[in-house]
Structures are given as structure tokens and as C-alpha cells.
């Protein structure tokens, strides 16, 4: 189910039924050995077919990429552009880079 579509079949609130979805995936699913997933064509819900985890660890890994990928480019590069001699960013720089690195190795698996 979308989340507004659980808001409506449960009459909580969109944060009441995120607050849940997180339980759900962080708590619930990891006791019941049954992976919590979430696609556009069927919201939320918890699948017995490996396809179906795969697909979605597959999209969570994309995302991530993206969002480590814009924050070195916008962000963390600038940095070290501006300050190349800051032991910080240079830190930061070189971890995400990494990151970077095995996400982008994870995505061209798939």
C-alpha cells in the first residue's frame, strides 16, 4: 500500500504511519525474517520472493548513489577546492569517494 493509502485505512497521520513503516523495516521484518519492501506499483508490503528484495536493495542503492554523488559535487568538492589544505573535508572527500566507489560497483552488478 502508498503511504496514502495506509493513511487513509488506518486514520493516522502520514508521520504516525512513517513512524510505522520505520518500525516495521527496522524491528518487525528483521524478527520475522521477511524483508519489508516498497515499489511504486505496490507501495508497501512484505514479499516472500527473493526478486522482489533484490529489486528493491537494487533501487535503495541506486538512490544512495545519487545522493552521494551530488554531495561530493555540490558540496564536498567546492570544499576542497576552497580549502585543499582542511584535514576535514580531505577526510570526508576520500571516505565518500569510496563509498562512491562500491555503490557504483554494487549498481553496474545488478
Same mark, same amino acid.
Given at each position: 500500500?502508498?503511504?496514502?493509502?495506509?493513511?487513509?485505512?488506518?486514520?493516522?497521520?502520514?508521520?504516525?504511519?512513517?513512524?510505522?513503516?520505520?518500525?516495521?523495516? /527496522?524491528?518487525? #521484518?528483521? *524478527?520475522?525474517?521477511?524483508?519489508? +519492501?516498497?515499489?511504486? $506499483?505496490?507501495?508497501?508490503?512484505? @514479499? &516472500?520472493?527473493?526478486? /522482489?528484495?533484490? #529489486?528493491? *536493495?537494487?533501487?535503495?542503492?541506486? +538512490?544512495?548513489?545519487? $545522493?552521494?554523488?551530488?554531495?561530493? @559535487? &555540490?558540496?564536498?568538492?567546492?570544499?576542497? #577546492?576552497?580549502?585543499?589544505?582542511?584535514?576535514?573535508?580531505?577526510?570526508?572527500?576520500?571516505?565518500?569517494?569510496?563509498?562512491?566507489?562500491?555503490?557504483?560497483?554494487?549498481?553496474?552488478?545488478?
Amino acid at each position: 500500500m502508498s503511504t496514502r493509502q495506509l493513511v487513509t485505512a488506518t486514520e493516522l497521520s502520514a508521520y504516525q504511519v512513517r513512524a510505522g513503516v520505520t518500525y516495521l523495516r /527496522d524491528v518487525a #521484518a528483521a *524478527e520475522h525474517m521477511t524483508p519489508l +519492501t516498497w515499489s511504486r $506499483r505496490d507501495g508497501y508490503r512484505f @514479499s &516472500a520472493e527473493p526478486g /522482489d528484495w533484490i #529489486a528493491y *536493495e537494487r533501487a535503495c542503492v541506486r +538512490t544512495e548513489l545519487t $545522493r552521494i554523488a551530488r554531495l561530493i @559535487s &555540490a558540496t564536498v568538492e567546492p570544499h576542497a #577546492a576552497r580549502l585543499p589544505d582542511d584535514d576535514w573535508v580531505q577526510l570526508v572527500l576520500g571516505q565518500l569517494t569510496g563509498v562512491k566507489s562500491a555503490l557504483g560497483l554494487l549498481v553496474r552488478a545488478g
